[in-house]
Each structure stands twice: as C-alpha cells, then as structure tokens.
C-alpha cells in the first residue's frame, strides 16, 4: 500500500501514523493513505515566507513566465503517467484531460501573460494621475508581491487542475505556496507535485503539500498571506469566519459549489439547430466527472411549452450513456470520486425527492460495464422534474454534488431569469437561444447572480468550450452562494497576490522609481543616435530631439493621394462652416508618419524591426504652415527569451513619441515598439 509524502521545509515526509485510507473508485480497493500527523504548519508558512518568497521576488515577471513555461513543458511530457493515476479517481480519459491537460493549458496561459507586464520584479497599474498644474507632481501605483504565502484548499474533484490554475497565478506574482488537495484524490496531486519537484524547475520553497489533513493551519496566516478555498458553501464560510483571518485582515478567496443552471430560450423549437445543442450541452454537463463539477448544471430552465420534448430528447440522449470502468471501451461515464460521495449525494437525492419527482434515472436498475457497481462509487444520472419551481424550492437551495439536475418550466424571460437568480449566486449560467434580444435581456437581468454567463446558439457552438469551463483569462468565481469571490481572470487574478501601493512625487523620481519614464521627467541626451545603439546600451529617459518640419500644402495632398483618405477636414477648404476647424488640418496619420521619418535612423544597425504602436493620440489640430518637432525618448524595456538557439538575443523597446509644433504644445502622441538587437549574443 501505498503511503503519500508530504513536502515540506524542502522535505518528502510522511505522516507519523497510518492515516486516512483512500480508496480506487472504480475497484473499491485502497489505493493510498494519507496523513499530515508531525507536521509544523508554522515552520512550513515561515520556509515558504523566508525561503521561497525571497527567491521568487527576485525574479522578474518575464523570468516567472519562462519558469511556468518550463514546468508546463516538463508536466505534459509526464501526463501519461498523470492518466494512468486519475483513473482511479473514477474519471475517463476526457474527464482526465480537463484535469490534467487543462491544469498545464494554465500554466501555458500565465507563462504566456508575462508579455503584459514590465521586465521587473514589480509592476505598475493604470495611467499616470496628474496632480499639480505644471506638471511636476504626478501619483501613480506600483504593485509588489506579498511577503506571505497563497494557502489553497482544495476540492477533491479536479486534484490536478485545482493545483495547478491556482500556482500559476501566485508564482507569476511572485509568491509561494502551500497546497492542500482534498484527501479523496490526494493520489493524483501528490504524483503531480513530485515531478515538479524532481524537475528542480522551481526555487526551493516556492511550493510545499500537505497530503493529508490542514486543520490548524489557519491558526498561523499572517496579513501578507493569502488563503484560497474551493469546496462546499458550508466548509467555506467556517473557514472565512477563522478569528486568525479578521485579526490579520488576511485575503480570503471562496469559491463554492452552486447550483449553477442552464437556460432554453423561448425562441428555440425541436427543429432547430439550439434544440440539439442544448440537449447536448446539459447532458454533457450531468455526465463529465459524473457531475462532480462546481460548474455543473444542477436547473434546467426550459419554457412550459418545451418540457415534454426536452424531457423526451434529454431521456434518450443520457440513455445512451454508458457507465462503468474507464478503461474499457465505450465507457463514457465513470463513477464518483468515492463511496462517502456516493452515500452524501444520495442523502442528497432522497431530500430532494420530498418536493419534485425523479423522471429519468433509478439508483437500483442501471448497469455498469466493465467493474461491479457494488464495490465502486457508481450511480446514474437522475433527473427531476419540478412543475412548480417558485413553490417548491429545495431545487434551489440543495445541491446533489453527482449527476443530478432538475427540470423545470417557466412562462416569459423575466420568469427564468428570476429562476436563475433564485440560486443565489452561482459560478456560471447558461442561456441557447438564436435570438439575441432574447440573449442580451438574460444577459443584463441575470448577471448580477452569477459569475459567468454563456450564450450559445449555432454560430458559436462548435468552437464553444462549454457551459462547464472556466478559462484562464476571465473570472472564475461568482456571487452569494458561490463564494464572493474570483479566480484566474487574466491578469486580474495576478493582482490578487500584489499589494498596490500609490506613489507620489516628481516625473523624475517616478521614473527612477517605476524604471518607466513619465511624461515631463528629465531627459538624457547623446550624441549617438538611439537607433545606433544595442539593447544593453540604451537608458530609459534617453532622449533623442529631432530636426522640425514645416507642414505644407503638398504634404497633405500627397498623403491624401497615397492612403486614399480625403475626409473633408483634410482637402475641401469650403465644407470647414460650423466645424471646430478654422483651416484645412493635417492627417494625424501624416503627422505620426512625418514624426517617424524625423526620428528613423535608415542605416542598417541594432534596431531589427518596429514593433507596434500603442496609446496613439491626436491632441491638437495641425494646419497648414505649422512646424514640428519630435522628442523621442526610451520609455521602457522588455527582455525577450531566444526560441532556439539560433534566435537573435533582443528585447522589445518601448518609445514615447511626443510630437509638438512651433508653440511647444503636443499635437500627437503614441508609444511605439522597436525589436532591438543585444550586443551580447550568448
């Protein structure tokens, strides 16, 4: 049998008695035990506040990704050995792959997120605050990692995905962490975590386990700290209501089961297209993980007119599912995660048998292929009906964690989105209709309730990824019952391991501070072009002060021939009455051009290729006769990793182009990006 490991204080070790049993939900046979008996969870949040902390803030943003990036490379070369170890968790290879695939893809997504922030080991947020009316005082927020450590708790339904959305976030901020899978399927993230410690692709103290129990853990959170749960709405609100968290004002995420439901448009008939992907949609959701999803759909909302042919088409769909050993052919339904799930969801379904009707499914009759239904957690999917859903509202308030959902009616739009909302905060909602009146009235009535909504109809379906799958760039997380709460999101989720802090002072020392020069700072001039000069070489502030140029007629009608655009502004003098123009304007387009061929230094040297332009803006008209002139200053600077070792070592330069004219008022300005050449190409 085998015992799991803890990892801690930079240590595998295992509990000091025998533990919790855990069980192959298949086969019912033990699998593992786990115990946390002798661990310090004191000394554990102080290695990973003295060890692991440092070393990750000395990384910058750029170097986390590339790390993330590295690990997410390592783990799916691994992901084989990952599949053979879920199937004991009850889970099909699909099911398996939203774990496992879907818990690199995340890893993958954050590496990738680096490009959105600066080459440094903090970051700053929003535009520049000017304060003062000359300009030399300025405020502005720079954000730096906590000096605490993310706890996360986990659910046992997703032990790898879990883990994994939720490490990317804090190391790409530079934070460590501690892990607490749920005991169920602590097998699986143990397997996991031992390969990303084996891969030394981590600093030492950047992440610690505990496979079996964390009670006390809490006892020992500090302000800078973080704590993440995900499990069930009861466990979480004891665990927000720990005195450690409101004595230490410690950031706590909650993300709880709901009872998230899925919605038939009023527009939608059998003959179309939505009629199919709905039935597809919900009966998916009942049946991935079993229904051990805190994304599942738990309410189907369908118009009164539609029951009958949902319950008709819903019934022969999941009839063709089949259950049993995910191993064996055609199996397309595992079993839940354990024989204590088991026994919770049907105490579940016996509550909610009080008040509604089972109309599909039968705890007693149903087969199992490949394994004995007697040893392993199986159950088949159960469908209620609830004729009277704004009277009878256990279906509103009692979640089956398994393949249960209940049916129901309703009358007008307004109606199920009332219904929705009657779960009081759920993660996601999901509405198939092909009118987007329709679409855009449930949209705004019912997102105050939840924490995603997808709409799906026949253009969106087949690229769709689902009622049930929260994606790395937006929120995940929802309102009331669902926790409060939001995780990933993008960049947003980074933010919640930062501390932002607003810093006021000069433009000068908030450039030196930020690294990124702010408008009206000083500037360094050269008698090298900037263009001249390698990667390494160039300062931010630098600054270079171009020849002018007197805009003329010509200029405009050429640059009206050449792009084709002769908006009246530009070339008809007579159209000007009742305008804000007291004489034909220059093209902004023209201007920005003009200002670029003021700048360009045209030999060949370190400057590769442009790059882009961000934050354009034309802020004063340009007529005919004006002169300007271009101050273009080096405004931050991005390392870029080399794809092979044939790839040229360079970095992307961001420019601040501030055009002005005679008067030396800005009339045009952009942020440009140049791809530059290092003098050091090891």
């Given amino acids: 049998m085998n015992k799991l490991q803890n990892y801690a ?35 554990m949040c102080e290695y990973a506040r003295t060890v692991g902390g440092p070393r990750l803030r000395r990384l910058t943003f750029q ?34 792959w939203v774990d496992i695939e879907g818990g690199i893809g995340n890893l993958f997504t954050y590496a990738s997120l680096r490009r959105q922030f600066p080459d440094e080991t903090y970051c700053y947020d929003g535009d520049v605050a000017r304060l ?40 790409l901020a530079g934070v460590p962490a501690i892990v607490k899978p749920a005991a169920l399927t602590s097998f699986l993230t143990e397997a996991v975590v031992q390969e990303i410690i084996a891969s030394k692709i981590l600093p030492e103290g950047a992440l610690q386990l505990i496979c079996g129990s964390a009670n006390g853990i809490l006892d020992h959170v500090e302000s800078q700290d973080v704590v993440t749960f995900t499990g069930s709405a009861s466990t979480g609100k004891m665990l927000k209501a720990h005195p450690r968290l409101l004595q230490e004002a410690v950031h706590f995420n909650m993300e709880a089961d709901s009872l998230n439901c899925c919605v038939l448009g009023t527009d939608v008939t059998p003959s179309m297209p939505e009629f199919d992907i709905f039935i597809k949609e919900v009966a998916r959701e009942i049946t991935t993980k079993a229904g051990q999803k805190c994304t599942a759909v738990r309410r189907i909302i369908v118009p009164e007119n539609m029951i009958e042919d949902v319950q008709i088409a819903l019934g022969k769909r999941l009839a063709q599912n089949v259950i049993g050993d995910p ?19 049907k105490e579940k379904v016996e509550l909610l048998s009080k008040t509604q009707k089972i109309i599909i499914g039968n705890f007693e ?8 239904k007697n040893k392993g957690a199986f159950m088949p999917p159960i469908i209620f009906l609830n004729e009277k859903p704004f009277e009878f509202t256990d279906c509103h308030n009692v979640e089956a964690f398994g393949p249960v959902s209940t049916l129901m009616p309703y009358k007008t739009i307004e109606d199920a989105i009332e219904l929705s909302k009657m779960g009081r905060g759920s993660l996601v909602s999901s509405i198939v209709t092909a009118d987007n009146t329709i679409a855009r009235k449930y949209t705004i009535g019912a997102a105050c309730m939840h924490g995603r909504i997808l709409v799906l109809n026949n253009e969106c379906a087949k690229e769709s990824t689902g009622h049930g799958s929260p994606m790395p760039m937006l929120v995940h997380g929802g309102p009331g019952r669902a926790g409060g709460g939001e995780e990933m999101g993008g960049k947003r989720g980074v933010f919640h391991y930062l501390q932002r802090t607003a810093i006021q002072g000069s433009p000068s020392t908030i450039t030196a501070i930020l690294n990124q020069y702010q408008q009206g700072a000083k500037q360094i001039e050269k008698d090298i072009h900037p263009f001249r000069q390698y990667f390494e070489d160039l300062e931010i502030g630098e600054t270079l002060i171009t020849a002018k140029h007197t805009i003329t007629d010509a200029d405009v009608v050429n640059f009206a021939n050449v792009s084709g655009d002769h908006f009246y502004a530009h070339t008809d003098v007579t159209a000007l009455d009742g305008t804000m123009f007291t004489g034909r304007v220059a093209h902004g387009y023209y201007i920005l051009s003009k200002a670029a061929g003021l700048f360009v230094n045209a030999k060949k040297g370190p400057v590769l290729l442009n790059y882009g332009i961000d934050e354009c803006r034309f802020t004063k008209p340009v007529y005919m006769g004006s002169t300007i002139g271009v101050r273009f200053t080096c405004k931050e600077k991005i390392e870029q990793e080399k794809k092979n070792a044939e790839d040229i070592s360079k970095g992307i330069v961001k420019w601040l182009v501030d055009v002005y004219d005679e008067t030396g ?15 050091n190409q090891d």
Avoid at 135 to 151: D, L, M, Q, R, Y
Avoid at 365 to 372: I, L, M
């Fill in 9 to 43: 204080l930079g240590q595998w070790v295992a509990g000091a008695d025998k533990g919790q049993e855990l069980f192959n939900a298949i086969t019912g046979e033990v699998v593992a035990t786990a115990s946390s008996k002798g661990l310090d969870f004191a000394k």
């Fill in 63 to 96: 170097q986390r990704g590339l790390m993330l990036k590295a690990l997410a490379l390592h783990l799916q070369s691994k992901k084989e050995d990952f599949y053979k170890i879920s199937w004991a968790t009850g889970a099909t290879r699909i099911d398996s």
């Fill in 132 to 171: 003062s009316k000359n300009n030399t005082f300025i405020g502005h927020h720079i954000c730096v990692p906590k000096e605490g450590v993310a706890i996360h708790i986990n659910a046992f339904n997703f032990p790898v995905w879990g883990m994994l959305e939720k490490v990317a976030v804090n190391w």
């Fill in 327 to 345: 191993n064996v052919e055609g199996v397309r339904m595992g079993s839940l995660a354990g024989q204590s799930q088991l026994i919770e969801v």
């Fill in 365 to 372: 009759n149903f087969e199992v292929k490949g394994a004995d």
């Fill in 665 to 679: 008022e800005t009339v045009a300005i952009a942020t440009i990006l140049t791809m530059v050449k290092k003098k």
